[in-house]
């Protein structure tokens, strides 16, 4: 399987900076299908980013990915206040498809 | 607006066999574009794909063995999850999730249920 790692476990930041996570992958994924996920308490996974650096449908353009190798970021370039959440990976190009464990975003 | 709703039990016992069902509105489930999934989400371990259906077809993740069967009821626009032998490592949020048809399988899940809470004890 392949098993992927966010980094940090928890940030910590304010409303108007920028925030940048990281998910390693523990082999090559195929073709970058990663993807990247917002969940907030109560709440199902909304999806954010796929194919590694296409943002979904009604993203807004200050969420972006990137990819280089197995190492995958996902950079929000000036926080709001609702966009303080859990955010998880995924690799959907091998099965079984995997998540990792996620990064909370935390309001300093 | 494509929206899925789980139901089923909030309460399953040890050994017995887990019925969730998922109801799907603004798509028909049977158009081969997209492949209908089950995730779970543990309350330590994390997220965990289950199993999907695609064009009447299954696949599981290996980790649950012989465990899931993932069936479709065009006739209701549901699709739904059996997954036996339930034990207390089986307490989670499970959510319904659509995923597009990528080139070489399920793309990334863009439409997902709101959950429901299994919780498994005698």
């Known amino acids: 399987d392949i098993v992927l790692t966010q980094s940090p476990g928890t940030l910590s930041l304010s409303p108007g900076e920028r925030a940048t996570l990281s998910c390693r992958a523990s082999q090559t994924v195929s073709r970058t299908h990663l993807a990247w996920y917002q969940q907030k308490p109560g709440q199902a996974p909304r999806l954010l980013i796929y194919g590694a650096s296409s943002r979904a449908t009604g993203i807004p353009d200050r969420f972006s990915g990137s990819a280089s190798g197995t190492d995958f970021t996902l950079t929000i370039t000036t926080l709001e206040p609702e966009d303080f959440a859990v955010y998880y990976c995924?690799?959907?190009?091998?099965?079984?498809?995997?998540f990792g464990q996620g990064t909370k975003l935390e309001i300093k | 607006q494509v929206q899925l709703q789980e139901s089923g039990p909030g309460l399953v016992k040890p050994s017995q066999t887990l019925s969730l069902t998922c109801t799907v509105s603004g798509v028909s489930v049977s158009r081969g574009d997209y492949y209908w999934n089950w995730i779970r989400h543990h309350p330590v371990e994390g997220l965990e794909w289950i199993g999907f259906i695609f064009h009447g077809g299954t696949f599981y993740n290996p980790s649950l063995q012989s465990r899931p069967s993932i069936s479709v009821d065009t006739s209701k626009n549901q699709f739904s999850l059996r997954l036996t032998a339930m034990t207390a490592a089986d307490t989670a949020i499970y959510y319904c999730a659509r995923a597009s048809r990528g080139y070489f399988g399920p793309d990334a899940f863009d439409v997902w249920g709101q959950g429901t809470m299994v919780t498994v004890s005698s």
């Open positions: 995924q690799q959907y190009g091998a099965s079984p498809y995997t």
